[in-house]
């Protein structure tokens, strides 16, 4: 596929727009069922305690962070007849659709310490095959176009998919969890049929991503070697701030999304109300993502993120403090926690790509690859965290798994770490994120002398090739 310089590229059509949101959904389907119902089916299903599955989280995410950025060069040396990162997609998506099946599967031993290690085999393996398919999904991005509103609809759209895919696993899964309490052979029966179908599934929407993705940015180095790609990661301080103040983000949102179960159906008192907190949560996107453009021509994208996360800290004051007797009062914070991270997850999506920018504009060298897999890993590491912290708080407060009811100690704990833990994270997100230094005016420039450095460059080839009369 022949690449154009951003001058002269095509604007972005429906389809493009359309088979980049396919691939978020596709995604989802493995991570977000991991992160949201993962631990409660090591602890229900197969046995695992709430402190060892905290342990495995932490353990196996971090294995993952580093799968990513082993990914970034894979990505950053590979050129073939379809482009950079679309082989990807070809290949990875039914590895990786059926290791999430695998992880869902886990026989239910007596011994513990098999069903354990099977537990960190598959769940390795699963976040391994992912990051080989999201680190160039989420590279794609930066090289399909340069144009700040194009960018930021294609976050609002990669947004949507994970708003799609969110809403649909709490629709199909949720029941399950409410009608299979007690009855974990049932569980299991049910979620091995769920997965299976979620791989068709899954694939399908691949091979959509693969057929009408495009990579039109020009780049001056098709194989990027590993000393060009610390170079620029060393000199791109936009991204080193973005990392820092996402993987405080991150930690709030994921710590939040593995309690929820457990706040719906031991707090709320029923587990489908998991349906309608995941609506909220995830839906938001629907109300958020169409102003988004509008947002970052207005504000811009730095006071857009910084305004979305103080909004999630006030949710997440109101998750805690909200009466279960009322669940009202909780399903109003939720709403809220899904705006903020509706906002916040859509604009650092259309951050990372700036920074791909940024660091060609200082290298002269473009590494989508890497630069995804360093913003990956701190995600990751926010997944590795919250994840853990939310095992580990409700393990310390008392939960007992398959129990009829919790004691109040394990409730209060479960309450406190829906939303106080999270407040907090995001507000240390916050703070990190007002030094960030990339604003519009900076970024336009830097795009202007860019293109004017290439266009010089291929004048001084064209000179260079020319005969001489």
Not at 30 to 58: C, E, K, P, Q, R
Not at 143 to 167: C, D, K, V, Y
């Amino acid at each position: 596929m022949s690449l154009s310089d951003a001058a002269g590229a095509v604007r972005l059509r429906l389809p493009q727009y359309l088979g980049y949101a396919a691939g978020d959904a596709a995604n989802n389907l493995a991570f977000s069922m991991t992160s949201m119902f993962l631990l409660i089916y090591y602890t229900d299903v197969v046995g695992i305690s709430a402190a060892a599955a905290g342990t495995l989280f932490l353990v196996i995410r971090i294995w993952d962070a580093f799968a990513d950025l082993f990914a970034g060069r894979m990505v950053d040396r590979t050129m073939s007849r379809w482009g950079k990162f679309r082989p990807f997609f070809l290949f990875g998506g039914v590895p990786l659709m059926l290791l999430s099946v695998a992880t869902f599967t886990l026989p239910g031993l007596a011994d513990g310490g098999t069903a354990l290690l099977l537990a960190y085999l598959t769940y390795g393996a699963l976040g391994l095959a992912y990051s080989l398919v999201n680190i160039p999904y989420g590279s794609l991005a930066s090289a399909m176009t340069q144009q700040p509103e194009e960018r930021g609809s294609l976050a609002s759209f990669r947004m949507i998919g994970t708003a799609l895919t969110i809403i649909l696993l709490a629709l199909v899964v949720a029941p399950q969890i409410q009608r299979f309490r007690g009855d974990p052979a049932g569980f299991q029966q049910s979620l091995l049929v769920t997965t299976v179908v979620f791989t068709v599934l899954g694939v399908g929407l691949y091979l959509f991503l693969f057929r009408t993705s495009t990579e039109q940015v020009a780049r001056t180095v098709a194989h990027v070697s590993l000393r060009q790609s610390l170079r620029t990661l060393r000199s791109n301080r936009p991204l080193i701030m973005l990392c820092l103040s996402s993987l405080a983000f991150l930690c709030g949102m994921f710590t939040l999304q593995t309690v929820q179960a457990y706040y719906a159906r031991d707090v709320l008192g029923n587990a489908n109300y998991i349906i309608l907190l995941t609506i909220l949560g995830a839906g938001a996107i629907f109300v958020v993502a169409p102003f988004i453009p509008r947002l970052v021509r207005t504000v811009g994208k730095k006071r857009g993120f910084i305004g979305f996360g103080l909004l999630g800290v006030l949710a997440g004051v109101v998750i805690s403090l909200a009466p279960p007797t009322v669940p009202v009062v909780a399903i109003i914070g939720f709403a809220l926690m899904g705006v903020s991270m509706a906002g916040v997850n859509t604009l650092m999506w259309a951050l990372e790509a700036d920074t791909v920018e940024y660091g060609e504009w200082r290298t002269g060298v473009r590494t989508e690859g890497t630069t995804y897999a360093m913003f990956s890993f701190t995600r990751k590491l926010g997944q590795a965290v919250g994840g853990a912290a939310a095992a580990y708080a409700i393990g310390f407060g008392g939960y007992v798994a398959n129990a009829p009811a919790q004691s109040g100690e394990a409730l209060g704990w479960i309450a406190a770490t829906a939303g106080f833990v999270p407040a907090a994270f995001i507000l240390i997100g916050v703070a990190v994120f007002l030094a960030y230094p990339l604003t519009e005016s900076v970024f336009a420039t830097m795009i202007e002398e860019t293109r004017a450095r290439r266009s010089t460059a291929r004048n001084e080839v064209v000179a260079g090739e020319s005969p001489v009369v």
